[in-house]
């Protein structure tokens, strides 16, 4: 995909939730804890609209429960889009990231115990206070009808028993990873809405449990004198719910990202010997979900790539399996360098492993004078990023007393083709004929040119500044020595 694309393949939105996973097992105790806290304040904004529209609609239940639970399924959506966007911790989207990862080998089992435990508990406890505090002691759930409404919502969900709740939650949770799934393969605001708002809308209609959409409906109902107590919504709405969520979101992971999405596909690519690509996350920032799109070749692969995992200090791990490559990791030698540029994950841009190789296999330091023009050259045309330069430049064989080894080649060139009985020009002609493309005969060619120019310069009347030629220019013949001033001024 192009990086300004819209929307990414489902490939690319699988590689997104592995990015985003890595990046969540990278935060700080007291990022993840703030994040998983902010995620279930901005939740609960569903549960307070599907409240609202269920305790002043009393008086139409009895007929018109369907267009109620319309009414509910399409205001839902608005928590998860607000926590989607500003990507915070919700216990219910992290089963899916983690899965995929952990399966991928990206994550350890112990980043997705600690992130599933410490979101769950603190999605919680901040749902609890913005029931308890914001809307209970405002008096705003306190009414009449918002106690009601409440009530009636907590013991409609405890007469459901542990099995129908857990059932309940597999599609629940289903949907909302489906949410989060779809949503990564666009980038606009607003469709990013529309594809949560789908998913959403239907399983809330439907009457499917999510555990942390129940965390403000049960509480409420509870703090405004429910006959549930809270041992019964424990073991009756929450540990199944809870476990129902697990089991919907694991197989939502497995199934589609993880299988047809990841593995076959790259089963399919290897067996079939499909091109391959480079890809790149191009939100590689902590609290924002992953969007991966598909470099070509011409572009910035190594330093624009930014997915892998990294401890808390600024030591850097070893890339997983089937993960994406290290990059800017901080190389101290050569073994490091060629990890990175010959690891069979990974795949340099073309322009820079091609100069790298020649550079590596020079004999001569003409070739490598030659190499490095050539990468400047590239450098300034935006095929080669900057951190491609430097690595280039800091790892490939350096050049040593370039000057005599320059001269010591011109000379032993310059005595072949004098034994050969041909001049410089005719031998820079003859090898762009044949495709040989020597780069000493080639600055054997445009030195001996310039030689010529300058010399003929000097007999007309004054001295003029000589400038270093191009590299892509042509040579000039031997019958194009006897042109005007003017002429030689303009190829010089």
């Given at each position: 995909m ?8 489902p ?34 904004v569903?549960?307070?609209l599907?409240?609202?529209?269920q ?35 919700l ?6 990231f ?7 080998g990206?994550v ?14 603190f999605?919680?406890?901040?749902t ?6 914001i809307?209970h002691?405002?008096?705003?759930t306190?009414?009449e ?7 009636q919502?907590i ?13 309940r939650?597999i599609?629940?949770?289903?949907f909302?990873?489906l ?35 129940d ?18 919504y ?19 992971a ?20 499909l ?6 996350d ?6 924002m ?6 470099v070509?070749?011409?572009r910035?692969?190594?330093g ?14 070893s ?9 800017d990791?901080?190389?101290?030698g ?16 073309y ?26 050259k ?11 330069l ?6 490939a ?29 005719a ?11 020597s ?7 445009r ?11 000097s007999?007309?009347?004054?001295s ?12 000039m ?8 001033e ?7």
């Open positions: 192009a990086d300004d694309n819209y929307f990414s393949t490939h690319e939105a699988a590689l997104a939730l592995v990015a985003t996973a890595m990046k969540k097992a990278r935060l700080r105790p007291e990022m993840l804890v703030i994040s998983s806290i902010i995620a279930g304040m901005l939740f609960t569903g549960g307070m599907h409240l609202l529209t305790a002043h609609l009393q008086g139409f239940m009895s007929e018109y429960m369907g267009i109620i639970n319309l009414l509910q399924g399409s205001v839902y959506p608005i928590g998860l889009f607000y926590v989607v966007v500003l990507g915070t911790e216990f219910n989207s992290n089963v899916l983690f899965t995929v990862a952990l399966i991928r990206s350890s089992i112990v980043d997705l115990i600690v992130n599933w435990v410490v979101s769950f508990v999605n919680f406890a901040s609890l206070f913005v029931c308890e505090v809307c002691l405002s008096g705003i306190s009414t009808t918002m106690r009601l409404g409440s009530i919502i013991e409609e969900k405890a007469s459901c028993g542990f099995v129908k709740t857990l059932l939650g599609p629940g949770n289903f909302v990873c949410a989060i799934y779809l949503q990564l393969m666009v980038k606009p605001l607003h469709v990013k809405f529309l594809m949560i708002f789908l998913p959403i809308f239907t399983f809330v209609t439907m009457g499917f449990t999510h555990v942390v959409a965390f403000y409906l049960c509480l409420t109902g509870i703090i405004n004198g429910s006959s549930v107590s809270i041992g019964e424990i073991w009756k709405i929450m540990i199944p719910a809870t476990i129902g969520n697990i089991i919907g979101g694991v197989f939502f497995i199934a589609i990202p993880w299988y047809l999405h990841l593995y076959v596909v790259e089963q399919d690519r290897e067996r079939l010997d091109p391959d690509y480079v890809e790149k191009e939100q590689p920032y902590l609290s979900d992953s969007r991966v799109v598909r070509p070749e011409t910035d692969s190594i624009s790539t930014g997915l892998t995992r990294f401890k808390t200090t600024n030591s850097v791990r890339t997983p399996k089937g993960v994406f490559p290290v990059v990791m901080d190389c101290e050569d073994d490091d360098i060629d990890q990175v540029l010959d690891a069979d994950q990974f795949k340099p841009s322009n820079l492993k091609r100069m790298m190789t020649k550079r590596k296999n020079s004999n001569t330091d003409v070739e490598s004078k030659a190499g490095s023009f050539k990468l400047d590239f450098a300034s045309r935006g095929t080669v990023s900057e951190r491609e430097g690595l280039f430049r800091r790892f064989p350096s050049r040593k007393n370039s000057h005599k080894s320059a001269s010591s080649e011109f000379e032993i060139l310059q005595q072949k083709v004098s034994q050969a009985g041909i001049t410089p020009a031998a820079g002609a003859s090898d762009e004929i044949a495709g040989t493309d780069n000493a005969i080639k600055m054997m060619a030195s001996h040119r310039m030689n010529s120019n300058y010399s003929q310069q007999r007309m009347s004054s003029y500044h000589i400038d270093q030629l191009k590299e892509d220019e042509e040579p013949s031997s019958n194009e020595t006897d042109s005007t003017s002429n030689i001024r303009t190829r010089i």
